[in-house]
């Protein structure tokens, strides 16, 4: 070996002492740190840093940036499991702040957080995994599987769709054709049976599902008929449906949703005193409540741009669903005004954000 080779040689030894020796730095503080930014929190009450390698006796500092007057604040932090809790003093003032982890004297920078001071939080929202607990591995939508990981999250709600065949059976599916062009409601459950999900399952039917519900009955199933091509047939998947719950002895597990107002109306004939929420959003609460609908299920926009119809539904005894909320940045929006559910392609991150309003 040359000198020149040698000289290369114990140059790139020290860079990997060195990277290794910066890798070491960071495992003395924590791995992956994250929160939530724009959360209302109140005195009192936690605020949550998720992440690995939290210790005992860590810190975290609060810095007001801008126009925030607001002193600094260093906090004491909890560890539990794979977190570090803080407790929001009290005269704490909104704004935007710098977060900072303070461990044995040395201080690392986090990031930046925005958090909103009110007198009280807003009554915890349940979380609604959309199609089930699907995006994640080994999952797909509508499957058992996705059910069943649903289930194990710990979520309040799991949401599927329902067809009825031809030939009267009832399958979980949420388009109204398979991939390869099948019309399920105009076809046999013969020629449906055949069509695979994405995880290599038989589309599953709803009597599947609802033994595999049994598992958990804690779960809601948020279950949503869909619209068919007649009155007719929208009529004959209710009563299918109602009467499949019925025998499964599952019916106080089950929320029905629709987009179809005559299929919310004729679920509350048949079935009275089911739970029934209206998914179109194009009507407020007190129509719906005029027609024995206990729930309205809107897009965030309408929310948004309706906030008091929130209160007009709770003064109902109704509640009010959002959907489909899959940036935690929405989730957050809605938590903080105090709906009732929140459904998403993204539970786990959106039970995280639960978390934070149940105080854990």
Request: hydrophobic letters at 40%.
């Amino acid at each position: 070996m040359n000198i020149k080779h040698a000289l290369i040689l114990i140059f790139s030894l020290s860079l990997i002492a060195c990277a290794q020796a910066s890798a070491a730095a960071a495992r003395k503080y924590t791995t992956e740190p994250f929160y939530f930014s724009g959360l209302n929190v109140a005195s009192g009450k936690p605020y949550t840093i998720w992440g690995n390698g939290f210790k005992a006796n860590d810190k975290i500092k609060l810095t007001p940036t801008g126009k925030n007057n607001a002193g600094e604040i260093i906090l004491n932090g909890e560890v539990a499991r794979d977190r570090l809790k803080i407790i929001i003093p009290e005269g704490f003032q909104s704004g935007r702040y710098q977060v900072e982890l303070i461990r044995n004297n040395k201080t690392r920078h986090l990031g930046f957080t925005q958090l909103n001071k009110v007198d009280a939080l807003p009554s915890t929202p349940k979380v609604t995994a959309h199609r089930g607990y699907w995006n994640t591995a080994g999952s797909a939508q509508n499957s058992i599987t996705a059910l069943r990981k649903a289930q194990e999250l710990g979520v309040f709600a799991s949401e599927f769709d329902v067809w009825l065949t031809a030939d009267g059976k009832l399958v979980i599916h949420h388009d109204a054709k398979t991939i390869n062009g099948i019309s399920i409601q105009n076809s046999t459950y013969d020629e449906v049976k055949g069509f695979v999900l994405e995880n290599g399952e038989p589309i599953p039917t709803l009597e599947a599902f609802l033994e595999q519900a049994k598992a958990k009955p804690e779960m809601t199933l948020a279950v949503e008929i869909k619209t068919h091509k007649t009155k007719e047939k929208n009529n004959a998947v209710v009563a299918a449906t109602v009467k499949a719950i019925n025998k499964a002895g599952l019916m106080n597990q089950v929320m029905f949703l629709a987009f179809n107002l005559d299929i919310c109306k004729e679920l509350t004939r048949i079935q009275p005193g089911c739970k029934v929420a209206y998914l179109n959003g194009d009507k407020p609460p007190s129509e719906l409540h005029a027609l024995g609908i206990t729930g309205a299920n809107y897009g965030f926009k309408a929310i948004r741009s309706n906030p008091h119809w929130i209160k007009e539904a709770h003064d109902l005894g109704m509640t009010i669903n959002v959907r489909t909320l899959n940036t935690m940045a929405n989730v957050i929006e809605m938590a903080n005004l105090g709906v009732d559910y929140i459904s998403s392609d993204c539970p786990a991150q959106a039970q995280q954000i639960v978390e934070h309003f149940q105080g854990k």
